[in-house]
């Protein structure tokens, strides 16, 4: 059974830091890619970042370009996040693409249906 289980959310003043994680167990973690999700109040759930199972050629949703990393290692993948902004608030989640070794660019990297097993969701509230 595929569990992704997140950790690492809570309240962080804007400017400060924090980091998000997503346990996976089940499967060959380092054979899928992964990325992070967030949905704010009132607003449908957005791309946020992507890795692929290799790790290279990271993707990004724009607004979060240059304050935002994601990355993995061997059993877990993580979202730090520096100098987050009001904006930022939301439930992220974690996420675990379908189809093993599979590459993806830009575009594809950002749908919700290329990923099969989704983390828990944590809340993220980033204070003015």
């Known amino acids: 059974q595929v569990q992704l289980v997140q950790s690492g959310g809570g309240l962080v003043q804007a400017g400060g830091s924090l980091r998000l994680s997503c346990a996976a167990s089940?499967?060959?973690?380092?054979?899928?890619?992964m990325a992070w999700f967030r949905q704010a109040p009132g607003k449908e759930r957005e791309f946020v970042a992507h890795?692929?199972?290799?790790?290279?050629s990271t993707y990004y949703v724009d607004s979060v370009k240059g304050r935002f990393t994601i990355s993995r290692d061997n059993a877990k993948l993580y979202l730090q996040m520096n100098s987050p902004k009001p904006e930022d608030t939301a439930v992220y989640y974690c996420?675990?693409?379908?189809?093993?070794?599979?590459?993806?660019?830009?575009?594809?990297?950002?749908?919700?249906?290329?990923?099969?097993?989704w983390g828990q969701g944590t809340q993220v509230t980033v204070s003015s």
């Open positions: 890795i692929p199972w290799s790790g290279s």
């Open positions: 089940g499967r060959s973690f380092n054979t899928y890619a």
């Open positions: 996420a675990s693409a379908t189809y093993q070794y599979r590459l993806y660019d830009g575009s594809r990297a950002r749908v919700q249906s290329e990923y099969e097993y």
